[in-house]
T-cell receptor
Framework: DAGVIQSPRHEVTEMGQEVTLRCKPI?????LFWYRQTMMRGLELLIY????????DSGMPEDRFSAKMPNASFSTLKIQPSEPRDSAVYFC???????????FGPGTRLLVL | SQQGEEDPQALSIQEGENATMNCSYK?????LQWYRQNSGRGLVHLIL?????REKHSGRLRVTLDTSKKSSSLLITASRAADTASYFC???????????FGQGTELSVKP
């Protein structure tokens, strides 16, 4: 298995632009998590899905952030409009079956200028 | 906040020495997990300990859990330069999938 796949790996954009981050979970995993990591705030859970349904989005910072999971193989995290304070590394992680381990993707390093 | 707190924030040791990292949390947990993050990479799961367990081993790793003190420790024995990374504890508070991560301990093992 290729593991959790995220794209792009790096993104540089200008303030005000729309940013879309993508995640392909490990096949068969029914939980998907989006995290954000910064030096100041550490690793924060933004939202998570179970069987493609959003379960807890209390970590989503504001309305500029949205996440979707249209099917079991794909999820997106969108920021519109982006701001410099959104600069961070965004991780997608998945979990499957009875196991409680989360498997992390390599992350997307986002820089908003 | 439910977030765990880890100490020390940074630890520097010589190869061959043992490294101990501690994690404290605030409310009752279902399980506690430790993850490692190499610079620029995603987190990798190391070990999980359930609330009814007190100690667990995996290779050179030993994890303890004291639910009365709401704390856990991760011991890495006979450390190697390749163990240099950040180590995070994460707590699960319910049957759902949500984990709350601590701020991490940055371990540096010098050859």
């Amino acid at each position: 298995d290729a593991g959790v796949i995220q794209s792009p790996r790096h993104e540089v954009t200008e303030m005000g632009q729309e940013v879309t981050l993508r995640c392909k979970p490990i096949s068969g995993h029914d939980y998907l998590f989006w995290y954000r990591q910064t030096m100041m705030r550490g690793l924060e859970l933004l939202i998570y899905f179970n069987n493609n349904v959003p379960i807890d989005d209390s970590g989503m910072p504001e309305d500029r952030f949205s996440a979707k999971m249209p099917n079991a193989s794909f999820s997106t995290l969108k920021i519109q409009p982006s701001e410099p304070r959104d600069s961070a590394v965004y991780f997608c992680a998945t979990r499957g079956g009875p196991g409680e381990t989360q498997y992390f993707g390599p992350g997307t390093r986002l820089l908003v200028l | 906040s439910q977030q765990g707190e880890e100490d020390p924030q940074a630890l520097s040791i010589q190869e061959g020495e043992n490294a101990t990292m501690n994690c404290s949390y605030k409310t009752s947990i279902n399980n506690l997990q430790w993850y490692r993050q190499n610079s620029g990479r995603g987190l990798v799961h190391l070990i999980l300990i359930r609330s009814n367990e007190r100690e667990k081993h995996s290779g050179r790793l030993r994890v303890t859990l004291d639910t009365s003190k709401k704390s856990s420790s991760l011991l890495i024995t006979a450390s190697r330069a390749a163990d240099t990374a950040s180590y995070f504890c994460a707590t699960n508070y319910n049957q759902g999938g949500k984990l709350i991560f601590g701020q991490g301990t940055e371990l540096s093992v010098k050859p």
